[in-house]
């Protein structure tokens, strides 16, 4: 099993629709996590860290369910340039600060 | 966050040869790391870089592959060394944000092709 997984989509959503990505991670000791965003021959920003209470950042919200290692990312009202790939990072509990990526889910949003 | 560049940002090179790739970040962070992000793939990390000790490679990365230098608190370089294709990579370094969280930010990266 991988230790982050994600649905690496691509998803297709016309502007304005809203997207939700999953993620499932693996080692249940894990401690912090991430999505990113990568967009095409570019480096990975972070987009939003997820606090374990749910956190919301404009039209981004970030869930995690700890019982389930499971983490969301929903993207209301996209927009054009929310084109890009996301990848769901979580920080592996092993005494150095090792982030492990997922695959990415790919997000396309059409006019 | 801080200010990461990596020189170079892309090269060409034959096989057999090696490539040094600098990161040079704009404040001094205790932590660097260099990832790798092969074609259609997401990112592998290859090593922690600290300040004043050996590199600690992940698993199938070794230190003679891939030599790394820590020099000071704002610099780090990676070797990719006797290459093959099998090494067409982007190689990127980060580093840890200050303060709690654990969040890292990346350098532009290094695109690196291997004939």
């Known amino acids: 099993r991988k230790e982050v997984e994600q649905d690496p989509g691509p998803f297709n959503v016309p502007e304005g629709a809203t997207v939700a990505f999953n993620c499932t991670y693996s080692?249940?000791?894990?401690?912090?996590f991430f999505w990113y965003r990568q967009d095409c021959r570019k480096e990975p920003k972070l987009l939003m860290s997820?606090?374990?209470s749910g956190n919301e950042d404009g039209r981004f919200t970030a869930q995690l369910n700890r019982a389930s290692q499971y983490i969301s990312l929903l993207i209301r009202d996209s927009k054009l340039s929310d084109s890009a790939t996301y990848l769901c990072?979580?920080?592996?509990?092993?005494?150095?600060?090792?982030?492990?990526f997922g695959t990415g889910t790919r997000l396309l949003v059409s006019p | 966050s801080a200010v990461i560049s990596q020189k170079p940002s892309r090269d060409i090179c034959q096989r057999g040869t090696s490539l040094t790739i600098q990161c040079q970040v704009d404040?001094?962070?205790?932590?660097m790391f260099w990832y790798r992000q092969q074609p259609g793939q997401s990112l592998t990390l290859i090593a922690t870089?600290?300040?004043?000790?050996?590199?600690?490679?992940e698993s199938g990365f070794v230190i003679d592959k891939f030599p790394i230098s820590r020099p000071n608190l704002t610099f780090s370089t990676l070797t990719v060394s006797n290459m093959s294709p099998e090494d067409s990579s982007i190689y990127l370094c980060?580093?840890?944000?200050?303060?709690?969280?654990?969040?890292?930010?990346f350098g532009p990266g290094t695109r690196l092709t291997v004939l």
């Open positions: 980060s580093v840890a944000a200050a303060g709690g969280y654990n969040e890292q930010f």
């Open positions: 080692n249940s000791a894990s401690q912090s």
């Open positions: 997820v606090y374990s």
């Open positions: 990072v979580v920080l592996m509990n092993t005494g150095f600060q090792k982030l492990v």
């Open positions: 404040s001094q962070v205790t932590m």
């Open positions: 870089a600290n300040q004043g000790s050996e590199a600690t490679y």
